[in-house]
């Protein structure tokens, strides 16, 4: 499902590996064509007919625009790809394997990469963890060699791949998050809740051509006021616990009393006390949130191993790194933990034990 304003030239560039890598399953693409005055709709319903495309006469946030295409489609996974994203070969069987391997899974986010010469803003694995108290709250770390499966809190809205039913369930995307952003990590959280978790697949590779639709339309100063904004929406509207909604709302305008002299951070903090009084989520988490938080907070990483009839093995470390080769040689997958947190082990333990149903070794 693609959502796109003017962006014909960025389909042009998108669809044949799309078409090409869809071929193998039962599928279909959906195109939302959001408010677009450069005739894509109809030069895609030339040039690829296959395609279904609805169109809307005027610009939708990426949430509204997204929820539509999502209720139009028909299969039992719904991936949601920006048309600024090129997939690279075996992209959507990489992704798909996943739901097989990975018990409950709501969503697989690919590796993101960034043409030769752009700075690599984004990688898909996404964690929620401060280096220092100006950074945002949530990051996204380089994946080690060798890394794969590893539990992240949400996965990209313009490169993951959904379970219909479960994406459903949670009611879609929420469309309070306008014009975008952050609306993927409330959609991974609200999942998490559920105990229905998100893996980054390293080998599902799409080329980032970053922001080349919003930044026709909004300043980069304007679209940073959006970023804080709807993070503040985010921790207010979906954060259940009361022990952890403190801890991150207090992180976050403590982070935005420091950069004050930003003028996107003046527009969150004049907006905070309004968002807070809008009121938290409708339904208490279902699955500890401490203990997700913990799981993907940039502590844990996964190795898939070579004995596929072996154990796994959760190896305990100071420092995350990618495991030694004998290791990988001897267990069907290694799971590396970093010991200062026991919240983190205890997560890491429940999460391997669930997926190699016990069968589990821990050095």
Sequence with gaps: MIPSRNGRDLLAAQMPGILREIEPFASEVVVVDNGSDDGTAEWLRTAYPQARVETSAGPLSFARSVNRGIALARFSHICLLNNDMLVAP?????????????????????????????????????????????????????????????????????????????????????????????????LGYRAWQRGWPTVFVAGALVEHRHRATTRRYYTKEQLEAVLEVNYLKFVARSVARRPVFGRLWKQALDRLRLLAARPAARAALQKAAGIARSGGPALPAAYSEEVFLALTGGRVALFPGSAKQARACILRVNRIAAPAAELLEAYCEVVVVQQDAPMVYQAAREWTNRKWSGRVEER
């Design 90 to 186: 075996e992209f959507f069987r990489a992704l798909r394997q996943k739901f097989d391997e990975v018990t409950s899974l709501f969503c697989a986010t690919a590796q993101i990469q960034f043409p030769a010469g752009a700075r690599r803003e984004e990688t898909g694995k996404a964690v929620m963890a401060q280096a220092s108290p100006e950074d945002f709250p949530v990051r996204c770390d380089e994946p080690l060699p060798g890394e794969d499966g590893t539990y992240v809190l949400y996965g990209s809205g313009g490169c993951s791949l959904y379970d219909a039913a479960k994406l459903r369930a949670l009611g879609c995307v929420d469309e309070a998050y306008e014009p975008a952003y952050v609306e993927d990590l409330d």
